[in-house]
Every structure is written in C-alpha cells, then in structure tokens.
C-alpha cells in the first residue's frame, strides 16, 4: 500500500502516489521546468490520457514513461527505501571543502552547498572586502566555523 496524494495540474485534479509526485518535482526542478505553463499542460494531457475506469492514481512508472516523452530526464533516485516518506532526507550541510581550495576551502565549500560555481562565492568575498570591508573577517569567521570535509 503507497501512500496517495491529490495534486493540481493545469485546472485538473489528479491522484499521485507519494514517490511518484516526488520524482515529478525533482526532475521539473532540477531542469527549471517547474512552473512552466506549456510544460504543466502537457504533463496534464498525458496523465488524463493514462487515466481509466479502472486506473485512477498516477505511479512512478507512469512519471518514468511521461517525463522522457516531453524531453525531461527523470533524476529521482529514491534513497529512503524503508522510510516513512520520500521526503524525509538527510539535511544539507556547509563544509569546508578541502579539494579544489584556494586558501580555507569555504569558498569552495559554499558553493557545493548552495550548487554554484565556487568563482562566484570568491567574487562575492572579494566584493565585500573591496566592499564594505567584511569580507576577511567573515571568510575567517566560516573557516573557524564550517567543519572541513575531504
């Protein structure tokens, strides 16, 4: 038994297992399709042309057979096999990140947390000792605080 959920689609209403609604999000997500009118229209054509009289819910397979079809790539790994819910993850972390550092491995760091180039960070440092004149004293003060991590 898979927990189901109602969700809303372009003005229908649709049944969607948990797992499955979990995978749809990511991969909309992650390819900066959520929120995107053509795209929300045609993931709802396609899930009323999967639904029947006797099929009435939207499963994972569905998702991995919809999704490809309109050119989005399913990256949904399921990693809490036994868990309660899909939605239960381990929280993101600041490190310091000692491959690929420059001086402390903060800059590089941030940007695996935040998934930006770590370029950006050191510009964003640089600008705020040029700036402002904080930079220093907050780039020491994450290096004293974030844990290092290889």
């Not at 948990?18 to 045609?42: H, I, N, P, W, Y």
Request: with cysteine.
């Amino acid at each position: 038994m898979k927990k189901v959920i109602t969700i809303h689609i372009n003005g229908t209403l649709f049944h969607m297992e948990e797992d499955a609604f979990a995978a749809m999000r990511e991969s909309l997500f992650r390819q900066g399709k959520q929120g995107d009118k053509v795209t929300e229209a045609l993931l709802a054509e396609k899930f009323n042309a999967l639904l029947t009289p006797g099929k009435q819910v939207i499963t994972i397979a569905d998702i991995q057979a919809v999704l490809p079809q309109l050119g989005i790539k399913v990256t949904y790994q399921d990693t809490n096999v036994g868990s309660a819910s899909p939605f239960e993850t381990e929280p993101k972390r600041a490190y310091r990140k000692m491959k690929g550092k420059v001086i402390g491995g903060v800059c590089e760091g941030l940007g695996e947390y935040w998934d930006l180039d770590p370029v950006i960070i050191r510009i964003i440092f640089l600008a705020l000792i040029f700036g402002l004149g904080t930079g220093i004293l907050l780039y020491l003060l994450l290096w004293i605080i974030l844990p290092a991590k290889i």
